[in-house]
């Protein structure tokens, strides 16, 4: 039984080796299961694959940094690489937002207060 595990666990290696050496630019996007596996498990240099961004289950489809970011949602990264926001701001639609008074964004991205609320605290309250 043990010899079959080291197999299987040699099996896996191999099979990883050609996924990561089978990325190369312009060679196309791996499929389905693979994918996730590799965002997963392989730190993949997106300044040179661009491409490893756009993998499902990716944080972001930009690269800043060889990091896959999301230029509308982090908050080191917000609106472009290297934008951060200052201490208790939000990345919203790629602006700092402060999610405690912002009546589009109050508490959460996209959390908008109606006419008649205001946001107060990160709550839509009717003053
Ligand atoms: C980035 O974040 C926004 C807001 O959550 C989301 O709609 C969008 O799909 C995200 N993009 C990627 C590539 O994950």
Redo the contacts with the bound molecule.
């Keep these: 039984m043990k010899s079959l595990n080291t197999l299987f666990l040699l099996a896996m290696l191999m099979a990883l080796a050609v996924f990561v050496s089978g990325i190369s630019p312009g060679s196309g996007e791996p499929k389905g299961k693979i994918n996730r596996f590799l965002s997963d498990r392989v730190v993949l240099k997106c300044d040179k694959y661009p491409k490893v961004c756009h993998i499902k289950g990716s944080a ?2 930009d690269c800043c940094k060889n990091k896959c970011v ?1 230029l ?2 982090d908050v080191s990264n917000c609106g472009k690489c290297g934008k951060k926001c200052s201490y208790g701001k939000i990345c919203c639609e790629g602006k700092c937002v402060n999610p405690r008074t912002n009546e589009k964004h109050c508490g959460k ?1 996209g959390n908008k207060c109606n006419s008649e609320s205001s946001c107060i605290y990160g709550m839509c309250s009717y003053a």
């Design positions: 972001g489809s999301n509308s949602t991205c």
